[in-house]
């Protein structure tokens, strides 16, 4: 996708306009062990892009309790961690299926 804004801790990481893409998740608690291991597959307060419910108390409480629609979304919030800048020149649909294998 293109992305709309931008958090304020995330400002220097990715701009207005730039094109992006989401895996599968889009949260995690990152302060277990399996978050600073790299493995936040593994948290248990991971949050997938698809048909999780938003957490509490992490910045964006006013997605928080809503459901995550993944593709289906006309906006997603996504923790920068877990976003990847599409380089320049690759098409947006070549970049996509690239997030989901």
């Not at 608690?29 to 790299?38: A, H, I, P, S, W």
């Not at 108390?57 to 309790?65: P, Q, S, T, Y």
Request: charged share 20%.
């Amino acid at each position: 996708g293109v992305v709309r804004a931008v958090g304020d801790k995330a400002a220097g990481s990715f701009k207005v306009g730039e094109k992006v893409a989401v895996g599968c998740m889009v949260h995690s608690c990152m302060e277990c062990e399996l978050c600073k291991q790299g493995l936040e597959q593994h948290c248990p307060k991971m949050c997938q892009t698809y048909s999780s419910m938003f957490p509490k108390d992490c910045d964006h409480d006013d997605c928080a309790d809503t459901w995550t629609n993944g593709g289906y979304s006309t906006d997603i919030t996504v923790h920068q961690r877990f976003v990847f800048k599409v380089p320049e020149g690759m098409p947006l649909e070549t970049a996509g299926p690239l997030c989901c294998a």
